[in-house]
């Protein structure tokens, strides 16, 4: 059964400063992994999508990077501002039974970034 | 504007009630998904479907009911047999069935309180 562990459960931080969020899975066999953001009381938004094959994702101030034989990702963000303040929730996919795949999240990391 | 809805924001249900969940999508996607969301737990799945007319359980469906009549909407039924109901639901879509490249598209969520 795939887990998704992910640390810090918490983290804060003052304006500018680069950080890292980390995330980790058992089953290696996957075929993705997505980072989203979730803003308190609102929907999931897909921040980066790192295919099985790739190694790493950037979009801006952020850039994720997946190692699949050890079951971790990382999500740094640079330049760190308040409006980057959320929960960031790392979702791998695997197969899930004959040809279905699922997402598996993790249980977040909440960010607060102060001015 | 191309996105997904969903409908209520918030909603009470007294014991004993069912309850319908609204979520329609126009952006022309093929797989459509339920999650559960409890403070502090990572997002589960209770159902999703790949195509109209078919549906398959997820992690958690006991207690709850889908259908698929169309390809814009995938309504999720709360039943009474559903014992701990108080939660944020989210409903998503992507634009094949899971494990495809692409990325999962989440509506704003309805949080779902028991009196």
């Known amino acids: 059964k795939q887990e998704v562990t992910q640390i810090p459960a918490a983290l804060s931080v003052p304006e500018g400063e680069n950080l890292v969020l980390n995330c980790s899975f058992t089953?290696?066999?996957?075929?993705?992994l997505q980072w989203f953001r979730q803003d308190p009381g609102k929907g999931l938004t897909s921040l980066l999508l790192?295919?099985?094959?790739?190694r790493e994702q950037t979009s801006g101030r952020l850039n994720a990077s997946l190692d699949k034989s050890s079951g971790r990702s990382t999500l740094y963000i640079a330049a760190s501002q308040p409006g980057d303040s959320a929960t960031y929730l790392c979702?791998?996919?695997?197969?899930?039974?004959?040809?279905?795949?699922?997402?598996?999240f993790g249980k977040g990391t909440l960010l607060t970034v102060n001015p | 504007d191309g996105g997904i809805t969903q409908s209520p924001k918030y909603l009470f249900r007294k014991e004993g009630q069912n309850v319908t969940l609204s979520c329609e999508q126009n952006?022309?996607?093929?797989?459509m998904y339920w999650y559960r969301q409890d403070p502090g737990q990572g997002l589960r799945l209770i159902y999703y479907?790949?195509?109209?007319?078919d549906f398959q359980k997820g992690d958690i469906a006991e207690g709850y009911s889908v259908s698929r009549e169309k390809k814009e909407s995938f309504p999720l039924t709360v039943t009474s047999a559903q014992k701990n109901p108080t939660a944020f639901y989210l409903c998503?879509?992507?634009?094949w069935g899971q494990g495809a490249s692409d990325t999962q598209y989440f509506g704003p969520g309805t949080r779902l309180t028991v009196l």
């Open positions: 998503a879509s992507s634009k």
């Open positions: 089953d290696s066999a996957i075929y993705n």
């Open positions: 479907s790949q195509i109209v007319n």
């Open positions: 790192i295919q099985s094959s790739q």
């Open positions: 952006l022309n996607h093929d797989a």
């Open positions: 979702a791998v996919s695997s197969r899930s039974g004959g040809s279905n795949y699922k997402l598996t």
